[in-house]
């Protein structure tokens, strides 16, 4: 079968798309036909060796796919040629995968494989992030930083789809309108022409009361700004330092209006708690069926070009789910 392999460890452009043998599955793995594999942050991460998880090389890049199942275990629940959306961490970039029993997923009939195989990390992140972590309730205001980012967008979705209202904060016009797209009832930029912070422009959207919840995937010099937007009671969920600066806070600062900073690590949650992919997934079904979760789609590449569609994740080019067809 055709995939795309990572033998060196020098970001995107050193993939290539090799001819190498079918995985096999194992007694408690499903055997998948690829029709799309999402292409997420992690996977550009990989081809540097900067992740923490490091496969020994040679290894099939890709963490997402969607298709339909060639095998199955009995008593999986799953059988030949159930539609499915599936997280093997890696291995997605090519014809045929295998997935763990407990990471693989119904796909809803109406669901396009395009949208499935940008479902299983993003959005099973946001329900951890949103609703797990920061303890969503009704009624809750959440701000959404890096929201035109996959990420970004899924909890944009989750949030609204739990009726929450949102404000995505984004750094240009164009991103505010995919935020806007998204779902998000107000965008907002980190800083406006006239030199206007993003807390400002919260906080009158909030008649100064502040929001309830935000999700912070970027870090750096904007942290400070976020704990003085929330409310009363509110909730900074850390999730990662895209901006590249990892920041800091002054504790004394939480018990001003007793505000939290919780972290939020779904991998490291999810992996060590069996099942439990499993069971978010089922928590999201019907909002998946209903198309109230899906990713839009920003980019499209046939399996040889694999490398320019991770990097476009490395030129931060990306507004929405790049994906990959593995069979032309």
Same mark, same amino acid.
């Given at each position: 079968?055709?995939?795309?392999?990572?033998?060196?460890?020098?970001?995107?452009?050193?993939?290539?798309?090799?001819?190498?043998?079918?995985?096999?599955?194992?007694?408690?793995?499903?055997?998948?036909?690829?029709?799309?594999?999402?292409?997420?942050?992690?996977?550009?991460?990989?081809?540097? @060796?900067?992740?923490?998880?490091?496969?020994?090389?040679?290894?099939?890049?890709?963490?997402?796919?969607?298709?339909?199942?060639?095998?199955?275990?009995?008593?999986?629940?799953?059988?030949?040629?159930?539609?499915?959306?599936?997280?093997?961490?890696?291995?997605?970039?090519?014809?045929?995968?295998?997935?763990?029993?407990?990471?693989?997923?119904?796909?809803?009939?109406?669901?396009?494989?395009?949208?499935?195989?940008?479902?299983?990390?993003?959005?099973?992140?946001?329900?951890?992030?949103?609703?797990?972590?920061?303890?969503?309730?009704? @009624?809750?205001?959440?701000?959404?930083?890096?929201?035109?980012?996959?990420?970004?967008?899924?909890?944009?979705?989750?949030?609204?789809?739990?009726?929450?209202?949102?404000?995505?904060?984004?750094?240009?016009?164009?991103?505010?309108?995919?935020?806007?797209?998204?779902?998000?009832?107000?965008?907002?930029?980190?800083?406006?022409?006239? @030199?206007?912070?993003?807390?400002?422009?919260?906080?009158?959207?909030?008649?100064?009361?502040?929001?309830?919840?935000?999700?912070?995937?970027?870090?750096?010099?904007?942290?400070?700004?976020?704990?003085?937007?929330?409310?009363?009671?509110?909730?900074?969920?850390?999730?990662?330092?895209?901006?590249?600066?990892?920041?800091?806070?002054?504790?004394?600062?939480?018990?001003?209006?007793?505000?939290?900073?919780? @972290?939020?690590?779904?991998?490291?949650?999810?992996?060590?708690?069996?099942?439990?992919?499993?069971?978010?997934?089922?928590?999201?079904?019907?909002?998946?069926?209903?198309?109230?979760?899906?990713?839009?789609?920003?980019?499209?590449?046939?399996?040889?070009?694999?490398?320019?569609?991770?990097?476009?994740?490395?030129?931060?080019?990306?507004?929405?789910?790049?994906?990959?067809?593995?069979?032309?």
């Amino acid at each position: 079968m055709r995939a795309v392999q990572v033998s060196k460890l020098e970001g995107p452009e050193a993939l290539e798309v090799v001819e190498i043998d079918e995985p096999v599955a194992g007694p408690d793995q499903v055997l998948i036909d690829v029709e799309a594999a999402g292409v997420v942050f992690p996977d550009l991460l990989q081809t540097r @060796g900067e992740y923490q998880m490091r496969p020994e090389l040679p290894f099939v890049l890709g963490s997402e796919v969607a298709g339909t199942v060639r095998t199955a275990p009995e008593g999986s629940g799953f059988a030949p040629g159930d539609r499915v959306a599936a997280l093997c961490v890696v291995g997605a970039f090519a014809e045929t995968v295998v997935a763990p029993v407990d990471q693989t997923f119904p796909l809803p009939d109406g669901v396009s494989f395009d949208v499935g195989a940008g479902l299983p990390m993003n959005y099973l992140t946001a329900e951890f992030v949103v609703a797990t972590r920061g303890r969503l309730a009704d @009624g809750d205001t959440v701000l959404v930083h890096g929201a035109a980012g996959g990420v970004g967008i899924a909890c944009i979705q989750f949030a609204k789809a739990r009726g929450a209202t949102v404000i995505a904060v984004v750094s240009t016009d164009g991103k505010a309108e995919v935020a806007r797209a998204a779902g998000a009832d107000h965008a907002v930029l980190v800083t406006d022409a006239e @030199g206007t912070g993003f807390k400002d422009a919260v906080l009158a959207l909030t008649d100064k009361r502040g929001v309830d919840v935000i999700v912070d995937p970027v870090g750096g010099d904007r942290f400070t700004d976020s704990l003085r937007s929330l409310a009363r009671g509110g909730r900074l969920v850390v999730v990662g330092f895209t901006g590249g600066e990892i920041p800091t806070v002054k504790v004394n600062r939480l018990l001003l209006r007793n505000t939290e900073v919780v @972290g939020a690590g779904w991998g490291e949650w999810a992996w060590n708690n069996p099942g439990y992919m499993r069971r978010q997934w089922d928590d999201l079904t019907a909002d998946i069926a209903a198309g109230r979760l899906a990713p839009p789609i920003s980019g499209v590449y046939p399996l040889a070009e694999a490398a320019a569609a991770v990097g476009e994740l490395a030129e931060r080019r990306v507004t929405g789910k790049v994906v990959i067809h593995t069979r032309e």
